[in-house]
């Protein structure tokens, strides 16, 4: 650990972290938009400003970015100075002379970062009365909305989705003092990670539009924690719901399972619950051949009854329905008659997985899997298959960036800086499918 002074307290820190890290965790309130902490630094908003000391006579110290700034030992700053906070409040008041002043309409509304910020820095009053600069908006698909007034030039999007997600199709485009994040033409973001946008972009440029559709603010959703079905992986989820529809489904982090990032299809294919076509009553066909509503105790009991009077009842269960489901059933028509879903040849290899999974083969989560020198993958698209896996996939090709960047003495929390040194070295990565798959081209 490591202790630094700061505004006259010493603090306990992790060692090799970003001051701005380690005064979050310290509990104190610095704003911050650039910085991610799954994406670490690049210095880009200047939002984070503190004052660092050279040693106790230095009274007058000096502006330095704590997202940029290593902690060392014995190392003095100070978050609430006049300088640092005057530094902070201007920096903001300039991020804010284009930001329309349409929170009443925006859907970032509520959960936004740059909302908070403002708020905690303090800043109230626009002196700035000139016309706002304007962009055009783009269509990226039925997925993502896109506001480009609200930019507040942070780069985070990008960042996420070309250097962390491997995607191309999104870019930053500049000409003077304007800067543009978008495509270089209207059309549907291609990468498989693109609803992330909508959280890492700490304003409200990129919006979930499948929320926007039926939209409701976000105080009034009720949201639990819930786990993706989409596939094995098991990402962690708030599902949220108003008037019994659910409305969306966000990153519920995890730090050995999905971390801050979840996959498109965990996060915008949940419509199907809403389906009109779903059975959500409970019926019995009349003796007039008319389907009626009953209670879901009276429906139980009568087909009981009918099992009870019947040799032909068989239960068919599934492999998506829960096991509890399952086993209820199972009693239900009794063991003989149960079916479990699946054809002999899908049991037996079911079989043979749960005989893997259950000997000493390592089984890594995908935290863990961020961390391998080298990867085989054979005969599987886990882009199709696992998705959120293919990330952590990914970011498992940087570790020879890691290693390059551990020689140097370069922090890994120094984004920018790591990729530079790293170019195009990248640990291994073997794909042995036989189709083309979208890890054949890594970062
Ligand atoms: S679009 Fe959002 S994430 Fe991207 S630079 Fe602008 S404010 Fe930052
Ligand atoms: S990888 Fe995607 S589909 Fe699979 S559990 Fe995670 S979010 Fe859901
Ligand atoms: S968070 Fe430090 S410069 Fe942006």
Not at 125 to 145: A, S
Not at 209 to 230: E, F, M, N
Not at 277 to 293: F, H, M, N, S, V
Request: overall charge negative.
């Amino acid at each position: 650990m490591t202790v630094i002074q700061v505004d006259g307290k010493e603090y306990e820190v992790e060692s090799g972290a970003n001051l701005l890290e380690a005064l979050l965790s310290a509990g104190l309130n610095v704003p911050y938009f650039c910085w991610h902490p799954a994406m670490g630094s690049v210095g880009a908003c200047r939002q984070c400003a503190v004052v660092q000391y050279a040693n106790e006579e230095d009274t007058q110290g000096r502006i330095i970015m704590s997202c940029m700034t290593p902690v060392t030992d014995n190392a003095r700053f100070s978050v609430a100075t006049e300088s640092a906070t005057g530094f902070r409040e201007s920096v903001i008041e300039n991020l804010m002379l284009n930001h329309p002043h349409d929170c009443p309409v925006c859907e970032e509304g509520g959960e936004c970062h740059l909302q908070d910020m403002t708020v905690m820095v303090g800043h109230h009053d626009r002196r700035y009365t000139g016309k706002k600069r304007t962009h055009k908006n783009q269509y990226l698909g039925p997925l993502i909305g896109h506001e480009m007034n609200r930019c507040i030039t942070c780069y985070r999007c990008i960042r996420f989705y070309q250097d962390y997600a491997g995607g191309t199709d999104l870019s930053a485009f500049s000409s003077r003092d304007r800067v543009y994040f978008g495509r270089a033409e209207d059309g549907i973001l291609e990468n498989e990670f693109s609803g992330n946008l909508v959280d890492v972009c700490p304003t409200g440029v990129f919006t979930d539009k499948t929320l926007s559709k039926h939209y409701t603010r976000k105080w009034d959703l009720q949201s639990a924690p819930t786990i993706c079905v989409g596939c094995a992986q098991g990402c962690n989820t708030y599902t949220s719901e108003r008037y019994g529809e659910v409305r969306r489904v966000n990153n519920r982090f995890q730090k050995d399972v999905n971390g801050h990032f979840l996959c498109d299809r965990g996060r915008f294919g949940v419509g199907f619950v809403n389906s009109s076509k779903r059975i959500k009553q409970a019926g019995i066909r009349g003796e007039d051949g008319l389907y009626q509503a009953v209670s879901l105790p009276d429906a139980i009991a009568r087909v009981r009854d009918m099992i009870a009077g019947s040799q032909h009842v068989i239960g068919i269960g599934s492999a998506r329905a829960s096991l509890e489901s399952n086993q209820a059933l199972k009693s239900l028509v009794g063991k003989e008659n149960y079916c479990n879903g699946m054809t002999d040849i899908e049991r037996d290899m079911h079989g043979i997985i749960v005989d893997v999974l259950k000997s000493d083969i390592a089984t890594p989560g995908m935290r863990e899997v961020e961390d391998y020198d080298a990867i085989l993958v054979l005969g599987e698209d886990i882009t199709n298959h696992a998705p959120r896996l293919a990330l952590s996939v990914r970011q498992a090709t940087r570790n020879k960036a890691s290693e390059m960047a551990a020689e140097t003495r370069l922090a890994l929390w120094q984004d920018a800086a790591v990729r530079e040194l790293a170019q195009n070295s990248l640990s291994p990565l073997m794909i042995a499918t036989p189709t083309e798959d979208r890890l054949d081209s890594p970062l």
